[in-house]
């Protein structure tokens, strides 16, 4: 199955907060299915865009597979 999110602060790797859709798309993935995030670059805990989002309108990343 494929399976799209859409979440506006979908944490990046290593940050601290609520990793609830983290964790989901982890366990989707080790279901078999793919996944794929569609997010906010904004850094909802410092406020900021981290350094290396700057200067992207759109960028893809892979994380955990």
């Known amino acids: 199955m494929k399976i799209l999110v859409v979440h506006q602060y979908f944490l990046m790797p290593g940050r ?8 989901l798309g982890r366990l989707w993935r080790e279901a078999g299915h793919e ?11 410092s406020g900021k ?17």
């Not at 601290?16 to 964790?23: A, C, L, Q, V």
């Not at 996944?35 to 805990?45: F, K, P, R, S, Y």
């Not at 865009?49 to 759109?58: C, N």
């Open 16 to 23: 601290p907060g609520g990793s609830r859709f983290n964790e």
């Open 35 to 45: 996944v794929e995030v569609i997010t906010g670059n904004l850094d909802c805990a």
């Open 49 to 65: 865009v981290p350094e290396a989002y700057r200067r992207f309108w759109a960028r893809r990343c892979q994380e955990n597979g």
